[in-house]
């Protein structure tokens, strides 16, 4: 398994609310159609490991490239005066062109075909910084975007789950865990929009291309993350664990403080 996939990652499209029980949680508004933001391809990083160790950045700096083999080890930032929130996801990672399909033209069946496989990621976000820009009318995209705030893991290819190749709305399970314990452990049956159904969507809209990564919305039980926290998680198939990842929180170096706008 690699982390070559992050390398042609063009964009990462991810949907808002997408879990009943999330948006409940945050006192959120269900919305009458699905919804999209986008977090840039700075913010990947991928777990440290034996075989991959911290990549050394220039002085002070939070991101400095992919390595060649498309891995970014290293911790999660906490931007000063922020509070970060984890949300566990299931990842799609696209193989195909799809632009501009019809809900009769794209179906369950259709995503398997679309995509060359799945990762499991977190979809950081600063929910302070969110909170005023939603009060205020202004955009996401830093609450949603510092670096750092996309930990993702290593590809699953689709082989891996070709059983359920008609329909993987109800074959995966995600979890995770801050400093072992379990805050968030739910199944990918639980999406409002289905997979099938957030492909063809955003292709109305933003067409995908290969290698573009979709993130699929998280379920409850999103909480805050500090520096000096490890939070882990996990992606099942079924009672199979595909997947684990883990990473350590650190406070964000440079000048940066979050400041009301
Ligand atoms: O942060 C939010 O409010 C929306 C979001 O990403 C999710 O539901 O996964
Ligand atoms: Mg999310």
């Known amino acids: 398994m690699s982390y070559q996939y992050l390398k042609r990652a063009r964009k990462i499209i991810c949907i808002g609310r997408n879990y009943a029980a999330h948006i409940k949680e945050l006192n959120n508004p269900t919305p009458k159609q699905p919804f999209f933001f986008l977090k840039p391809s700075s913010s990947i990083i991928t777990p440290i490991?034996?075989?991959?160790?911290?990549?050394?950045?220039?002085?002070?700096?939070s991101f400095h490239g992919l390595n060649d083999d498309g891995t970014n080890p290293g911790p999660i930032y906490i931007p000063r005066q922020t509070?970060?929130?984890?949300?566990?996801?299931l990842a799609l990672v696209m193989d195909k062109y799809i632009s501009n399909v019809t809900s009769e033209e794209f179906l369950a069946s259709d995503v398997y075909d679309a995509i060359s496989g799945v990762a499991l990621a977190l979809d950081l976000t600063a929910r302070n910084v969110q909170d005023e820009a939603k009060k205020k009318g202004l955009p996401w995209s830093i609450g949603k975007g510092f670096d750092t705030f996309l930990p993702i893991s290593q590809f699953i290819p689709k082989d891996v789950f070709i059983k359920d190749k008609e329909d993987l709305q109800n074959a995966f399970r995600v979890t995770c865990s801050v400093n072992?314990?379990?805050r968030q452990d739910d199944s990918t049956r639980l999406m409002l929009n289905p997979l099938h159904k957030i492909i063809q969507h955003i292709s109305t809209m933003i067409s995908l291309e290969p290698g573009d990564i979709i993130l699929t919305g998280t379920p409850s039980g999103v909480g805050p993350i500090n520096p000096a926290d490890e939070i882990s998680g996990e992606l099942y198939y079924h009672e199979d664990k595909l997947v684990d990842m883990k990473f350590s929180c650190e406070t964000r170096p440079g000048p940066y403080v979050y400041r009301e706008t």
């Open 49 to 61: 490991s034996l075989e991959h160790e911290k990549k050394s950045l220039p002085n002070n700096s």
């Open 83 to 89: 509070i970060v929130n984890h949300e566990i996801e």
């Open 180 to 182: 072992g314990e379990l």
